[in-house]
């Protein structure tokens, strides 16, 4: 499976700290992308990353990646209790995405 | 972006009866896709909703089960057929437009709860 897989499963950190969120995957990729998705919600796009790109940067979010390491970060700087979601990473072979385990943050006020 | 709404958002239904799932995007897209989402899990894909074609199911999906139409570039549905407990799920509708970095959206979901 290409699944990815994101660790750590879960993140607990104060308001004003920043959190990093790494994502690995298994095949060849064009694209990545970062997704929010607060408590039983819809998914909202954060970032794409392209496979030649090492790294994006989008307010308070960097995204980085390592297409030799097969895996990609996500820092949220300066995070707030609205930060509060899971995370997904989600990879692409061809045109479809799969995504990864995710990772669920809590920021604490 | 696209904008992509689906209704219903939430519904509950009894076991042996079938929900039709409705998904329209503000704007013509190339490639749409459901996903299910079980709880406290990730996302998995059930199929890549195909316009004027069959849709191409991923593994451990069958037509049967989870039929799909796509009659046009902006609207798609997925019904889940005869309903199980196990059917209990977010089901979540997305789409990829004509750019060509391929970024894919998605809609509110469906929260589906099956007695």
């Known amino acids: 499976s290409q699944q990815g897989e994101e660790d750590p499963q879960a993140l607990s950190i104060q308001e004003g700290e920043n959190a990093t969120m790494n994502c690995s995957y298994k095949t060849s990729i064009n694209n990545l992308q970062w997704y929010r998705q607060n408590s039983g919600r819809g998914l909202v796009h954060l970032i794409l990353i392209r496979s030649n790109e090492r790294e994006k940067h989008s307010g308070r979010l960097r995204v980085t990646l390592d297409t030799s390491k097969k895996s990609s970060s996500l820092l949220i700087t300066a995070s707030r209790a609205a930060d509060t979601a899971s995370y997904f990473c989600?990879?692409?072979?061809?045109?479809?995405?799969?995504f990864g385990t995710g990772t669920r943050l809590k920021v604490l006020a | 972006s696209a904008v992509i709404s689906q209704k219903p958002s939430r519904d509950i239904c009894q076991r042996g009866t079938s929900l039709t799932i409705q998904c329209q995007v503000d704007?013509?897209?190339?490639?749409m896709f459901w996903y299910r989402q079980q709880p406290g899990q990730s996302l998995t894909l059930i199929a890549t909703?195909?316009?004027?074609?069959?849709?191409?199911?991923e593994s451990g999906f069958v037509i049967d089960k989870f039929p799909i139409s796509r009659p046009n570039l902006t609207f798609s549905t997925l019904t889940v057929s005869n309903m199980s407990p196990e059917d209990s799920s977010i089901y979540l509708c997305?789409?990829?437009?004509?750019?060509?970095?391929?970024?894919?959206?998605f809609g509110p979901g469906t929260r589906l709860t099956v007695l």
């Open positions: 997305s789409a990829q437009g004509w750019s060509s970095y391929n970024e894919q959206f």
């Open positions: 989600a990879t692409d072979g061809t045109y479809k995405y799969i």
């Open positions: 909703a195909n316009q004027g074609s069959e849709a191409t199911y």
């Open positions: 704007s013509q897209v190339t490639m």
